[in-house]
Each structure stands twice: as C-alpha cells, then as structure tokens.
C-alpha cells in the first residue's frame, strides 16, 4: 500500500473516530470536516517529463492527454495512433506532435525502434490485448484503460508478459485514487469500524448515459467488446475487494436486457429518432433532446472548433451514424440491471447492483463493521462509531487541488496518471495501486460473474 494512509494519523483520526487535528482538516459545520490528499511523499523530483505515445485518441485518451498539457514538466506526449482523421489531428495539434509520430494504425507505432517511456493504451476493449503484449515485448512501460482485456487468458497472458519483461502496466482502476474511496480504505484499515462484515455498493449509471454508451454507443455489443460487468462495473469490484482487501471465493449473478428490445418500442417510433417519430418529444432518450438541444455528450460527434456549425453536423450524425437511432431498435444485449453476490475469506460479503434506470449517477456505498458504519456517495462519508454513538462527516475536495478539477471520477483520473509518471520515472511500481498484479483479481471476479449469470450458478473464483 501507498503512504497515503498516513494521512489519517496526521489528522488524529484514530479508533472510533474520536479525535480530529482541525489545522489538518477544514471544518464545513458540526462534525464535518473536508479534507484533500498529501502528495504522496514517495515523489521524486523529476529531471525531464515522462515520454508517452497515446494509443487511441478518444475520450479516456484525450483525458489522460490534458494532464501532458496541464503538466507539461511531468508528462509529454510524443507520439499518438489514432485511425479516426479529425481526432488524430486534434490531439497531434493539442500536443504538438511531429508528422513522423502520428499514426493511423497502432501497429505502426511498434514498427519503429522504441521511442518513449511508456505507452497510453486506450483504443477500444477488444484492442486492448496485442498493443499491450507489443508494448511489453518492447519494453515499455503501459497505462492500460480497462478492462485489461476481453478474456480472462488474455488478461493472464499480459501479467505473466508483465512479469516476464519488468515492465510496469498500470490498469485504470481510477477508483483507487480518488480521495473519497482512498478515504474510505484507510478509515478500514485504522479500525475506524472495526472488523468489516458486509458490504453493500451501488452503481447507478443515470438512464441517459445508459442510453448514449451501452445502448447506442461504443459498448452496446457484449460480444464485440466486453460485457457491462466489465465494461462498465470492473471499477465497482474493483472498489469492492480493494476495500475488504481479503481474497474472493465465490460469486453469483443475475440480470438481462429488461427494456431497451424492440417489443418496448412505443406506437409511432421510427428506426431513427431523425425520421419523423411521432413521440420524439416526449421520448426520454430522444437523441435530438440529448445531443442536439441540450448538448450532451457531443464529444464522440467529433464537432468542428466552430460552434456555429455545430446544430448542422449534429443533425447530420444523427441521421449517420448509432447515436440517432431509436434505443428500442439497436442490436444491443447488455443487461441494462445487475446484481451480484461476493463471499471473501472470513466470511465477508459483498453484494453490488448496478441499474440503469436512475435519474442520478454517483456510486453509493455501505459499510458495516462489528464497531461501526459508513455510508457514503462520493460527495460525503458518514462513519459511526457504535462505542460512542458520534457520527463524523467527512467531504473529499478532489477538485481543490490545483489543476484537477472536472478531472472526472472523484479526482481520480489525473491523480492516476501523476501516480503513473512518478512509477515510470523512478522505475517504481510500489508508486501505484493497480498494478496488473493488484488489479486483476476483481476482472476474474467480473468474468465468473456473468458466467454465473449465464448459467444461472453459483461460480468459484480461482486465482
């Protein structure tokens, strides 16, 4: 584990949470304190910015790409390989990267003797697997979207490449590195609750963007990417054994496609929201609602840099390409509800849910311990102390730290990659805490989970 627990102890938060150091903590009100992460005091200083080559150029690259831009002194971007023309031209244009490193092709990348540190690999699931192994074989360093891969050999083929080469493969669990859930970890650790007993955690997705990436976007086939358990939710098991920190044993899972099929088709729909549908307006998922009028999510339309264009080629996308269709008449067969079960060694449970049809996002979790709970949803956790009966609040400020804000999962996405930058320049993967070798229990647990739910059984989770 990182140094960051110390935090605790330098705010005096000790068993039942029973003493707070108020210069360490900014108190909001009676028995709320908000708080931000120290920098890791492992951190070096650095000679010379780390070198990367982005593999993909979409929205996760374009995120950990502006942390280059943000700070220019700890990573640069040297190199992107990106087939789709208009975002290989505006990340080579945001990063300033030369002809000769702009490729169409990921392969080509590999076709030239290595040239940066590490590699970014965030290309689509099912192109995850042969950059990786490439990357490794020539000795780079990897920051890998996940999930690692679409099968549990392949993700097991690139831990055993991992340790066979000493390269360092970050998984993008971000999660673990958002103050909220590092919190949540270190209050456990401390006794805060004493021993843990059970946990429930929620992953409401928000119906919309349900809709926008598992029904009509990138991730709406399980079969050409990865099931949602995955595809989706790999951070929520991830969350979950990370904070119980004992082996899982056994998982069981339900869940289906219960209403995005062609039988809830309303009378009057047509094959495109753009076609004249007669309940367009009165369509929650109307994507002329969604992306024309109210702007939302508009990044994967690869809009031009003038905005007065923009209504014109929305319109015209919606007409071309998935994120017009009517959400009733994809070839989509992700679950939009699932549910799971968890046992880990000393009878510990876990049970998660993640639904689609909630008007909100923001996961939410509870803890319970033999001498306390937590209840927390991103924005606040509440522990309990049952020997004193307080009850203490505590808010994380992710978007305080200078350069973080709208970083995106707690603050976690860039506090990754700085983590990530300081392991690739002082040869240290201790910096990280999901590495492949951390990260890849909770994707075998993903894996025997929709196996269970397709076989209707309860599954072992063999590492």
């Keep these: 584990m990182m140094n960051r627990r110390n935090i605790l102890k330098s705010i005096g938060l000790g068993l039942g949470a029973a003493l707070i150091n108020t210069e360490a903590l900014a108190k909001i009100s009676d028995n709320t304190y908000a708080y931000t992460l120290p920098e890791n005091p492992l951190y070096k200083p650095m000679e010379k910015p780390v070198t990367v080559i982005t593999i993909g150029a979409g929205s996760r690259g374009t995120v950990y790409g502006n942390f280059a831009s943000k700070f220019p002194e700890q990573l640069k971007v040297i190199g992107v390989a990106e087939p789709n023309t208009f975002r290989n031209e505006k990340y080579s244009q945001q990063h300033d990267i030369s002809t000769e490193n702009r490729f169409t092709d990921w392969k080509q990348v590999f076709e030239r003797p290595k040239f940066a540190d590490a590699v970014i690999i965030s290309t689509p699931d099912d192109m995850h697997y042969e950059p990786c192994m490439k990357a490794l074989a020539m000795g780079y360093d990897v920051l890998l979207e996940k999930p690692i891969a679409p099968t549990e050999k392949e993700c097991r083929d690139i831990l055993k490449m991992a340790k066979k080469t000493g390269r360092i493969v970050a998984v993008c669990h971000v999660l673990r590195y958002a ?65 119980i920190n004992k082996p899982s044993k056994r998982i069981a899972a339900m869940g289906d496609l219960k209403w995005f099929r062609k039988e809830n088709a309303p009378e009057g729909s047509t094959t495109r929201c753009t076609d004249g549908c007669k309940v367009e307006r009165e369509c929650p998922y109307s994507a002329i609602k969604h992306y024309h009028d109210n702007r939302k999510r508009t990044f ?27 959400v009733y008449r994809m070839e989509n067969d992700q679950p939009d509800h699932y549910v799971t079960t968890i046992q880990f060694d000393d009878s510990v449970t876990a049970s998660f849910s993640m639904e689609a049809f909630t008007s909100y996002a923001r996961r939410r979790t509870r803890i319970m311990g033999a001498m306390g709970d937590m209840v927390g949803d991103m924005n606040e956790l509440v522990v309990t102390d049952f020997r004193t009966g307080k009850e203490l609040k505590l808010v994380p400020r992710a978007e305080d730290v200078d350069g973080y804000k709208n970083s995106g999962h707690g603050g976690g996405d860039w506090l990754l990659v700085r983590d990530f930058v300081q392991a690739v320049s002082q040869q240290n993967p201790a910096l990280l805490t999901s590495t492949i070798d951390e990260s890849i229990e909770s994707h075998i647990m993903g894996f025997m989970a929709e196996e269970s739910r397709k076989r209707n059984k309860m599954m072992e989770i063999r590492m």
């Design 179 to 243: 103050p909220y859930f590092v919190k949540m970890k270190e209050l456990i650790e401390q006794g805060a609750i004493g021993e843990v007993i059970s946990v429930q955690h929620f992953e409401p997705i928000e119906h919309l963007h349900m809709a926008h990436s598992y029904v009509r976007g990138n991730w709406h086939n399980s079969k050409q990417t990865t099931p949602i358990i995955l595809a989706k939710s790999c951070h929520d098991l991830d969350i979950i054994k990370w904070v």
């Design 300 to 326: 994967v339309l690869d809009l031009p840099a003038d905005k007065s264009k923009h209504s014109e080629v929305i319109m015209e996308r919606l007409k071309t390409t998935n994120y017009g269709r009517c």
